[in-house]
């Protein structure tokens, strides 16, 4: 089992920059693929984006892509969420875990952690 430690949100301006990582316990981190969600205020939670355990297979959902990166670091055991061009649409919660990735179906399956607060102003 992973457990997860999100961080790096925080209050930006529309058009600024965040880097969120992910902080993951546990053996199988890196021999699983691991994902970005995010549950903006009276929404579902929805998928960002997704990487293949050895990182060289990533996805992204069509309202972040271009802007956002995915990248992991199996010998720090983290996964990264560059965000550029940040939106106020961006505006959400966001979540790491590991999911089941079949591009372009990435299925969450761990345990949620807390997750990280980004507020993206207008």
């Known amino acids: 089992q992973v457990q997860l430690v999100e961080s790096g949100g925080g209050l930006v301006q529309a058009g600024g920059s965040l880097r969120l990582s992910c902080a993951a316990s546990?053996?199988?981190?890196?021999?699983?693929?691991m994902g970005w969600f995010r549950q903006a205020p009276g929404k579902e939670r929805e998928f960002v984006a997704a990487i293949s355990w050895s990182g060289g297979s990533t996805y992204y959902a069509d309202s972040v892509k271009g802007r956002f990166t995915i990248s992991r670091g199996n010998a720090k055991n983290t996964l990264y969420l560059q965000m550029n061009s940040l939106k106020p649409e961006d505006t959400a919660v966001y979540y790491c875990?590991?999911?089941?990735?079949?591009?372009?179906?990435?299925?969450?399956?761990?345990?949620w952690g807390q997750g990280t607060q980004v507020t993206v102003s207008s």
């Open positions: 875990n590991a999911v089941y990735f079949s591009p372009p179906v990435a299925t969450p399956f761990g345990s």
């Open positions: 546990g053996r199988t981190f890196s021999s699983s693929a």
